[in-house]
Nanobody, 115 residues
């Protein structure tokens, strides 16, 4: 079945950087637009960044524009999220999934931005 395994989160100081990875299984990501999402405590899950199947086009939420970069390696069935200039408001559990035709959510990876 479809599975996502997110990794790379952790505790980082404001202004720091992290790179998240999402390893997908049970399907081939090369034919899907993929996205990263996040859910902060007490808030709904929100869309963070999206990348088309070939990687030719990406889009980002206004709150992360210019700081986060989504990328993918289809041969590894993996999607990445490079996060720079992290802010406390970026603290959340981060998930990946298909942008359309959502599958079951993985466990996510916790990102905590705090001094």
């Amino acid at each position: 079945q479809v599975q996502f395994v997110e990794s790379g989160g952790g505790l980082v100081q404001p202004g720091g950087s992290l790179t998240l990875s999402c390893a997908a299984s049970g399907f081939t990501i090369s034919t899907y637009t993929m996205s990263w999402y996040r859910q902060a405590p007490g808030k709904e899950r929100e869309l963070v960044a999206t990348i088309t199947s070939t990687g030719a086009s990406t889009s980002d939420a206004d709150s992360v524009k210019g700081r986060f970069t989504i990328s993918r390696v289809n041969a590894k069935n993996t999607v990445y999220l490079r996060m720079n200039s992290l802010k406390p408001e970026d603290t959340a559990v981060y998930y990946c999934n298909r942008r359309f035709a959502l599958a079951s959510w993985g466990q996510g990876t916790q990102v905590t931005v705090s001094s």
